[in-house]
Antibody, heavy 123, light 103 residues
Framework: QVQLHQWGAGLLKPSETLSLTCAVY????????WSWIRQSPGKGLEWIGE???????NYNPSLRSRVSFSVDSSKNQFSLNVRSVTAADTAVYFC?????????????????WGQGTTVTVSS | IVLTQSPGTLSLSPGQRATLSCRAS???????LAWHQQKPGQAPRLLMY???TRATGIPDRFNGSGSGTDFTLTITRLEPEDFAVYYC?????FGQGTKVEIK
C-alpha cells in the first residue's frame, strides 16, 4: 500500500522560501505524476504542479514564476519550493500521486495523498 | 474549466440518501472525473474515478454517474462515517466542495 509522508517548515515570514519534501513508501516511483496541491479557505483545492513520468515539470500558470520542483529518485522523494511567499500562500500543502488513464496527460486524477502540512506566512 | 458543486451543504440523517452534483463549465471526459472525501483535519481520500469506478476499499453505497457537463455522486444510505466534505476533480481542477452534515 502506497503512502506519502511529507515534511517541512510550517511558519514562514513574508519573502522567505517555502520548502517541503515528500517521501513515497510502498510503491513504484516511476510512471506517476508526483504532484503538489494546496488548500486554503479562500481558494479551495488548488493544483500547484507536478513532475511527470518523464521527469519534466508542469506548473500552475498562476504560480509558475515562484515555484520549482526537484526529485531524488534514489530516495523516492520529491520536493517543492515556493519563493517570495506572502500571506496569500498560507494554506495546507499536500503532496499527491497523480496518474493518467491511458497514459494521456489530460486524463489525470489523484489516487494517493500525503498527510498535509500547514504553512502559515506571517510577519 | 470551472467545476461547480451543489448544494454547498447537505443536511441529512444517517440512513438517508445523499445526492451531490458536480457541473463543469464545458463538456469534459468522464475518464478524468474523480470524487474525493475529506474529513476534518485529514487529507482527501479518493472515492471514485472515471466518474463511476470505486477506488479500492470504497463501499458499494457510493455510486458515481454522469457525462458531459453533469456528474453525480450518490450515497445510497448514509453511515455515520460518511459525514464529510466531498470534492469533484476534473483533471487538474477541483470543485469547491459539498459538505454533508448530520441533520
Amino acid at each position: 500500500q502506497v503512502q506519502l509522508h511529507q515534511w517541512g517548515a510550517g511558519l514562514l515570514k513574508p519573502s522567505e522560501t517555502l520548502s517541503l519534501t515528500c517521501a513515497v513508501y510502498g510503491g513504484s516511483f516511476s510512471g506517476y505524476y508526483w504532484s503538489w496541491i494546496r488548500q486554503s479557505p479562500g481558494k479551495g483545492l488548488e493544483w500547484i504542479g507536478e513532475i511527470n513520468p518523464n521527469g519534466s515539470t508542469n506548473y500552475n500558470p498562476s504560480l509558475r514564476s515562484r515555484v520549482s520542483f526537484s526529485v531524488d529518485s534514489s530516495k523516492n522523494q520529491f520536493s517543492l519550493n515556493v519563493r517570495s511567499v506572502t500571506a496569500a500562500d498560507t494554506a495546507v500543502y499536500f503532496c499527491a500521486r497523480g496518474r493518467a488513464a491511458r497514459n494521456y496527460w489530460y486524463f489525470y486524477d489523484v489516487d494517493v495523498w500525503g498527510q498535509g502540512t500547514t504553512v502559515t506566512v506571517s510577519s | 474549466i470551472v467545476l461547480t458543486q451543489s448544494p454547498g451543504t447537505l443536511s441529512l440523517s444517517p440512513g438517508q440518501r445523499a445526492t451531490l452534483s458536480c457541473r463543469a463549465s464545458q463538456s469534459v471526459s468522464s475518464t478524468s472525473l474523480a470524487w474525493h472525501q475529506q474529513k476534518p483535519g485529514q487529507a482527501p481520500r479518493l472515492l471514485m474515478y472515471g466518474a463511476s469506478t470505486r477506488a479500492t476499499g470504497i463501499p458499494d453505497r457510493f455510486n458515481g454517474s454522469g457525462s458531459g457537463t453533469d456528474f453525480t455522486l450518490t450515497i445510497t444510505r448514509l453511515e455515520p462515517e460518511d459525514f464529510a466534505v466531498y470534492y469533484c476533480q476534473q483533471s487538474r481542477t477541483f470543485g469547491q466542495g459539498t459538505k454533508v452534515e448530520i441533520k
